[in-house]
């Protein structure tokens, strides 16, 4: 905020006056003289009730600014003073600027660019009039979390070369033009740090121009024919169509614009062309077409086979960077300001986007982050990370954190003694992250390598439609899948047991090995498979795969007949006598063949019942007996 | 497409489903994303062109000329300009840039 004595330097500014009309000067003055007699009496207001100074002008610097906007808005021109002013106001407030409430509407925009235009000797531009939605853009407030200190950065020194230059639609309508306005921004920013040069005044409009006029022909497609997939898909090419050729003219006239200067134009050409498939380097493909996460694992898998650590890192870093920019947009500043601690300060969705952006070891740089806050130059460090936080400097944290771009970014005023322990600090935990990246990425390859591996296998095992000769639809309706919900909550248990007729598991019995049980197989609730599995009680889908002795449901029955015996599928009711079924193959004993039908016996109140079933209807049988017996 | 649009959306969905593409074609989509990343490509051309002097791109101009990609990634550095990252701010801002375009609401918010 600017101090309280500037303003009142500032007062003599308004003596600046260009030439009005006599009726709007006075206007104007009348309108000032109100503004200053509102100051004074808010001021010794303010004053007697023990308000600061910085707080007294920040009242009457909202009200000088609203001043100054309204005039902007009726398109009067304004002074260098109200320039200064607004540029500073959004230098020091960002978003919560007076410039916030600003609106350029369409009409008013447009008449400032060609007033802009004409004094600058430039013709009509084409693909501009009332109807072009320019205003200032309403950010959605994500993006305003996700961007807003990078674009105000951006802004703020455009805003202050732009409007000092006298270009003060230009910047309402290059932030409207493009929510993700930093390339118009930081084109005006780079190319004129005193002055626009008239080609890139009108490239910047025909860009904005542009990209409204592609985005608007898809909205209409969008809102007038939202099942027209044609039409939406065609409006979308046509929109990257058209951008990119804008992005290219403007390209050109950058060239163009240095023809005059020779080295200037062959240096961009040859820039131009050396950069060419950069973005491929950088993994932009994959940010573009999924996420930034395939981005940093393909970069990674990519260093770790040329044996590049350093690389890693590097990328590590570039990624982390970027969640930080988000982090930051979301900290606490107040939290970390009064705990001394930036850490204290970030939200954990903060934290989270940052894991999912690519750092997967957030706890990491924590643990690095907080080594070095806790060592003896803290405060010092956490305090001149609270001043970089509200000072937007980005990347003067990742710098900060990891050390690697410490050098770069972060200008340490400190003792030597100071500075080098930061160097050191910051390099050891960049070594740690490293490491713990190398560690996460071989555990991961392990664990990729182990799904494949059970993955295959159990493509090689035969499922049950492959076994008993079942389409995948008599699958679903199987009553086989009702077998595995007998518990009622989702638990169900297959155990092979012992080779006698007992009818019930025993403790005995439980202490078998594999290979002394035979072929049956127990089904029963929790209460009967705690007595038989000692507790373990496998949930659903690992019962067909993960029986101890037997790969599988199927496998067993499969191991016993071909051994010849007969298989016995057992119902157990909290652990009670319920109904024992068996069957046998009545087929060519082939046994790489499906069974078509079996003979099914069971025993009931202690007399044997043997039948010939097809195995449907054997499974049917047993679904009918789960009824029954309410499992 | 949901008019809400999150940070996740922009880092982690494809930007063509972002502007709302429907079963668009493999080959198309390819095609797309090229144009994208070319469009990405001229935009750091002109910000690096921003940040380098006339006698900078005297010097790049020579590097150029020699090939020499070492040479020219060393003196990109020297000039504090992290390629990589610049590509990666750019596609997310275009990425960003498109999905608010491309978005009813937003588009009329703007």
Redesign the interface.
Known sequence: MVEFGKFIGKGVIWGKESALSPDVQKEQDKAKQEVMDDFRNQYHIMKQDGHTPEAVWQKMHESLNKFTIEKLQKGQELTEGEIFDLADDLAENGLKSSWADLKIYSETGVTNIKKLMKSRDLKEIEGIDEKT?I?F??L?S??R???GKSILSGSTSLAVAAILSGAMPVVGAGI?G??????LI??L???SEHELKKQEVEGIIKDIAA??E???K??EA??NNPDD?IA??TS??E???A??QR??K??EA?QKL?ST?H??K???A???????G????????E???????G?TEKAMTEAAAKGEEFQIRQ?AV??V??AWH?IIGQADIDKAHQTGDLLTGLTQSGQR?AA??GFAHFETAKTAAAGIMNDEIRNIIAQRVITALKNSAIGLISGVVFGHTAE?TFEYAGTPKEKKEIQEGTAKSLEKTGETFQEEKKKAEEEQAEAQKLEEQKKEAPTIGDWFDLSPTDVEENPIIHITEIDGDGNFVIERYGNTDESKPTEENVKKTPEELQHWLIVGDKKAARIARKGEVLPTHKAFTELPGNKSFILAIQNALRENKHPKIKFNTNAGIGKAYFFERLDDQDLQKPIPTVLVSYVENGKTETETRSIKEFFSLIDKEKTKTKF | MDNNISYDDIINRDILDLMGAQNMPEEKKKELYIKIIETIENRVVSRISGELSENDLEEWKKLADEGNKEKMQTFLKSKNIDLNQLMIQEALFYKSELATLSNPKTYQER
């Open positions: 939605p205003t853009s309403n959605p994500w993006f979390r996700a961007f409207a493009m929510a993700g306005a930093n390339f930081e084109k920013r780079s190319a990209s409204q592609s985005a608007k898809l909205i969008k809102q997939k939406i898909n979308i090419e929109m990257l169509n951008l990119h992005s290219t403007s390209l950058r240095g200067k080295k200037l062959w240096g961009l040859s820039l131009a062309s050396s950069l060419a950069a973005a491929v380097g950088a993994g932009v493909y940010l573009i077409s999924g996420g930034i996460r981005a990328h570039k990624f960077h970027d988000w986007i999912e952006a770069s």
